[in-house]
C-alpha cells in the first residue's frame, strides 16, 4: 500500500467512488451516524480543510451538538471515532479489500489518509507457474462447491401445476421474484437464477443439487393457475438432512401474488433465524406494481428474454414495453426494457445510434422510481459502459453489488467496466465472485473471466477461460475472437490461424460484428487492442 500525499484530480474522483460503495456497504448501511461521519471526513480532507477536523466543530457539524458543546466533558466525537476505525477495518478484510484507494483514521487525528493499493506487478514465466490460479468452476456437475459459512441456499423453479402448459411463464415469474427478493438480504448466499434454472425439469436428489451448487437448503414449490385464482405450495429442505423444515400452501387470488411472495420470505428468514438490517427491513416489497396485467406482461417478458435469440429478445422488449405503458411507475418494467435495448444494441440485432439513449433514459427513470433497485443500478452500469463512461460505469457497478451482493449479473458488468479501465486484479475479483454465486455460467461470465486475466497478463489462464465459453456457448462470437488477441499477442500464430478461420467462419466473414474492442476504453489497451487487431488479421 502508497500513502497518498496531495491527491491527484483523478485520485480525489477514484476517492469519491471508493467512498460511495464504501457507505452503501453492508458494513456501514447499517450506521447512518457512521456514515456521515466518514463522509465528512473525506470530504474535509479531500477539499484540504484538514485544519477543520476538531474535535469541537466535529460535534456540531456531524454530531448535531450546540454551541456550547465541550470536547472535554463529552467525548461523542472520540468514542465514534473508535467504531469507525473498527467499521472500517471490518471492511477493507472482507468486500473492500480491492479498493484501489482506502482511508485510514490514524489514532490522534481525524483527517484521513488516502492509501493507494499498487497495480500487480508484472510476472516473468517461471513466477508464473508458482502463481496460477485455479478455473473457479469448469461447469461440470460433479465438482463439489464450497459452501458459504452465511445460510445459502437456491430456489428451484417451481413446477408448472395448470393444465395449460403455457402458464409455465407464470411459475418461472415467481421463482425470479423470491430469488430476486431473497437476494437482496445479505446475510443469506443466494445461487443466481440462470443456475437455478439448470435444473427445471430434472429430477435430482436435494442432496446431490446442494453439493454441486455449494448451498445448504432448497426452497422448491408448485404453481397451478386457475382462471383469476393460484395455488402454490412451497417448501425448504435441508440439504444435509434431507428433511422438509418448513412448507406451505396458499389458494389466493392472482392480486394476492405479492403479499404471498412476502410470506415466503418472512418464513424463510424466519426459520433461518436471518437478522434483517434496518435498511432491508424498510426496501422489502416496497417497490412493486400493483398492476396486474403490468407485471404478468413483465413475467411474459422475462420467459421470452432467457431464450436470447433475435425473435424472442425483441418479443420481451415489446412485452417490457407494454408494461411500462400500462404502468408508468413500474421500476423493475424500465429496468428489464433498459436490458434489453442495450442486449440488442450489442449483438447488433438493433443498430439504431439511439438505442443506448433510450436504455439510459429507461435505467435512469427505473432508478428515480427506486433508487435501491439493484437490478436498474446493474444496467445502468453496462449501459454507460458501452457508452465509454468508463468511471460512471464502475460507480453504478459498485452501487448494484452493495445494494444486492448476491446479484450475479452486478459483479459480471462491474467486472467488464473494471476490465475496461484497465484494473485487472479488481476485475478478477468480481467476477470470481460472480461464478461463485452462479456456478453454471454462460460464456459472457467466461469471456470476463479471461479479460481478466488477460489485463493481469496471466495469458495462460486467459486462453483457458475463452476456450471454457467457447466450450459452453460455441456461437458467442467474443470469446473467439479473444482468444485470437491472446493467440496473437504470445505470438502463437498456428492456433491463431485455426481460431480465425472458426471465426470467420461464424460470422460468414464479417470482421464488422467484432464489437468487444468497444469495452476497451484504457486508451493503453485501445492501442494494445489495435496491434493485436492486426496481427490477427482483423484491422
Known amino acids: 500500500m502508497v500513502a497518498i500525499g496531495t491527491p491527484t484530480e483523478s485520485q480525489v474522483s477514484e476517492a469519491r467512488n471508493c467512498l460511495d460503495r464504501l457507505l452503501h456497504s453492508p458494513v456501514f448501511a447499517r450506521s447512518e451516524r457512521q456514515c456521515r461521519f466518514l463522509r465528512f471526513l473525506v470530504s474535509e480532507t479531500l477539499a484540504g480543510h484538514t485544519n477543520r477536523l476538531k474535535e469541537y466543530t466535529i460535534g456540531i457539524e456531524v454530531f448535531d451538538r450546540p454551541p456550547a458543546f465541550d470536547p472535554s466533558t463529552e467525548a461523542i466525537v472520540r468514542v465514534e471515532a473508535g467504531r469507525l476505525r473498527s467499521k472500517l477495518r471490518e471492511y477493507y478484510e472482507d468486500e473492500g479489500g480491492l479498493d484501489p484507494i482506502r482511508f485510514d483514521l490514524p489514532k490522534g487525528s481525524y483527517g484521513i489518509h488516502l ?6 506487478a508484472p510476472q516473468d514465466a517461471s513466477a508464473g507457474q508458482a502463481t496460477q490460479r485455479t478455473m473457479p468452476n469448469d461447469n461440470f456437475p460433479n465438482v463439489v462447491r464450497p459452501v458459504e459459512d452465511k445460510p445459502s441456499l437456491a430456489v428451484l423453479p417451481f413446477t ?10 407464470f411459475a418461472d415469474g415467481i421463482t425470479e421474484g423470491l430469488i430476486t427478493e431473497l437476494s437482496r438480504i445479505s446475510a443469506l448466499f443466494v445461487i443466481s437464477r440462470h443456475s437455478s434454472f439448470v435444473y427445471k425439469g430434472q429430477t435430482k436428489r436435494a442432496d446431490e443439487i446442494g453439493k454441486e451448487l455449494g448451498v445448504k437448503y432448497l426452497l422448491e414449490g408448485s404453481v397451478q393457475r386457475s382462471g383469476a385464482r393460484m395455488r402454490i405450495t412451497t417448501r425448504l429442505v ?42 432491508e427491513n424498510q426496501y422489502h416489497g416496497s417497490v412493486r406494481s400493483m398492476n396486474i396485467e403490468a407485471h404478468d406482461c413483465l413475467l411474459r417478458g422475462l420467459e421470452r428474454f432467457w431464450i436470447f435469440t433475435r425473435v424472442s429478445v425483441d418479443e420481451a422488449r415489446v412485452q417490457f414495453s407494454r408494461a411500462v405503458e400500462l404502468d408508468p411507475g413500474y421500476a423493475a418494467g424500465h429496468a428489464w426494457l433498459a436490458r434489453a435495448l442495450v442486449f440488442q444494441w ?22 428515480d422510481l427506486d433508487d435501491r433497485l439493484s437490478f436498474a443500478h446493474a444496467v445502468q452500469c453496462w449501459v454507460q459502459l458501452w457508452r465509454r463512461q468508463g468511471e460512471a460505469a464502475i460507480a453504478s457497478g459498485w452501487r448494484a453489488v452493495a445494494l444486492d451482493p448476491n446479484n450475479a ?5 462491474l467486472s467488464f467496466a473494471l476490465v475496461a479501465l484497465g484494473r485487472g486484479a479488481e476485475a478478477l475479483h468480481y467476477i470470481e465472485k460472480g461464478i461463485r454465486l452462479n456456478p ?5 461470465y467466461q469471456l470476463a473471466l479471461g479479460l481478466s486475466y488477460f489485463v493481469l497478463e496471466e495469458f495462460d489462464q486467459a486462453i483457458a477461460a475463452f476456450k471454457h465459453g467457447i466450450e459452453v456457448t460455441d456461437v458467442f462470437i467474443p470469446n473467439h475472437y479473444s482468444l485470437c488477441l491472446t493467440y496473437a499477442q504470445l505470438g502463437r500464430y498456428e492456433e491463431l490461424r485455426k481460431t480465425r478461420e472458426k471465426l470467420l467462419e461464424l460470422t460468414e466473414g464479417r470482421t464488422s460484428v467484432l464489437t468487444s474492442s468497444g469495452l476497451w476504453l484504457n486508451e493503453k489497451l485501445l492501442r494494445q487492442n ?9 484491422a
Not at 492509501?115 to 500487480?120: F, L, T, V
Open 160 to 169: 408448472n401445476m395448470s393444465s395449460d402448459p403455457e402458464q409455465g411463464y
Open 346 to 367: 450489442t449483438q447488433t440485432w438493433d443498430t439504431n445510434p439511439e438505442i443506448l439513449e433510450q436504455a439510459l433514459d429507461h435505467v435512469r427513470t427505473a432508478i
Open 238 to 279: 435441508d440439504i444435509m438432512t434431507g428433511a422438509q423444515i418448513w412448507a406451505e400452501r396458499y389458494d389466493r387470488l392472482l392480486e394476492d401474488i405479492f403479499a404471498v411472495q412476502d410470506d415466503v420470505i418472512q418464513r424463510v428468514v424466519a426459520v433461518l433465524q436471518v437478522k434483517l438490517i434496518d435498511a
Open 440 to 444: 453454471y455460467p454462460s460464456g459472457v
Open 409 to 413: 449479473d452486478a459483479h459480471l458488468f
Open 530 to 538: 489495435e496491434i493485436l487487431r492486426q496481427k490477427s488479421g482483423f
Open 115 to 120: 492509501i493507494a493499493r499498487p497495480e500487480p
